[in-house]
């Protein structure tokens, strides 16, 4: 329920929402939420509001910054007074690492630029996604990041973190708290603009040095949260993938992966120029499995 240095790991039945409800009406918080809609993940945005309109910080306001290189293909919404959608064009990138690498410059440089003006919180999501139960004030915090759904109970030896010494991701095989998800972080608009030019900083060096690291934008991601310990955590519940089964513990699924054919919505020869390619496609299908790390041979 809480970490070694005391942040509150948040599951069902550990926190009282009417109490917090009271706390963040009181400050009149408003609340950002990103996603991208890159290419034909486009497809993805109707389910991602409409599901979000249903759970997702019901009675706050709220703007969807949706990021994307296809304005006309997303829908109009009709939104409740306090909630907006607003469409950031982005540039198109041809390999999808280059586009899931490039949303923490983006992310930073709104930030910077426009987000500390019109939001108190961010929350950084993929859009490959809905909503299945309610997601509320219970997540914000400075700093959150969300316990992967495939590494919950793993031993930190088996966590995929970064392992070339090269890279500015790398973290040494005796360091490390969790395994973070890259699809579900955020915090307040100062400290995202911290952790999103953080991860893109690390980036740009690595691709100076012509490395990738191994898991792209959360590679780094993982690399900030082990030296810039999160204020609070979010269970799996926050990010599930119904793939994975449902185990006994998981009371409540709030966040989960939309099925889809990733070759009909990624660019496959761009998926399979990547070297980690098929151990990424080996282990997304072990990783609801028991067996998972010994079919990976890790």
């Known amino acids: 329920m809480t970490t070694p240095w005391f942040a509150p790991i948040i599951w069902n039945g550990s926190y009282n929402i009417d109490i917090l409800n009271a706390q963040f009406h009181q400050r009149n918080v408003r609340i950002g939420i990103t996603v991208f809609a890159i290419k034909k993940y486009t497809v993805f945005i109707k389910t991602f509001i409409e599901t979000a309109e249903q759970f997702f910080m019901v009675g706050y306001k709220?703007?969807?910054y949706v990021f994307t290189d296809r304005v006309n293909d997303i829908s109009n919404?009709?939104?409740p007074e306090g909630r907006q959608l607003v469409i950031l064009?982005?540039?198109t990138y041809k390999r999808w690492q280059e586009v899931t690498m490039r949303r923490m410059e983006m992310i930073r440089?709104?930030?910077y630029q426009r987000f500390y003006k019109e939001v108190d919180y961010l929350v950084c999501v993929d859009v490959d996604m809905r909503f299945s139960d309610s997601v509320g004030v219970e997540i914000l915090s400075d700093v959150f990041?969300?316990?992967h759904p495939g590494f919950y109970n793993a031993q930190r030896g088996h966590f995929t973190y970064e392992r070339r010494q090269q890279s500015t991701a790398y973290i040494p095989t005796d360091e490390g708290d969790f395994y973070y998800a890259g699809g579900?972080?955020?915090?307040?608009v100062e400290e995202v603009y911290k952790l999103?030019?953080?991860c893109h900083n690390a980036m740009m060096t690595d691709k100076n040095n012509s490395l990738e690291a191994i898991w792209h934008d959360e590679s780094y991601l993982n690399k900030y949260f082990l030296y810039h310990k999160p204020t609070k955590i979010l269970s799996p519940e926050y990010l599930w993938d119904n793939g994975f089964g449902v185990p006994q513990f998981l009371q409540r699924r709030r966040f989960v992966a939309v099925p889809k054919n990733s070759n009909a919505i990624r660019n496959k020869r761009a998926l399979q120029e990547n070297p980690g390619y098929q151990k990424e496609k080996n282990l997304k299908f072990h990783l609801g499995s028991p067996y998972i790390f010994q079919q990976l041979g890790l």
Do not use: K
Not at 184 to 188: E, L
């Open 109 to 111: 440089d709104h930030a």
């Open 89 to 91: 064009e982005v540039p």
């Open 62 to 64: 709220v703007n969807y």
């Open 77 to 79: 919404f009709t939104l």
């Open 196 to 198: 999103t030019n953080f």
């Open 184 to 188: 579900n972080f955020g915090g307040t």
């Open 145 to 147: 990041g969300t316990l």
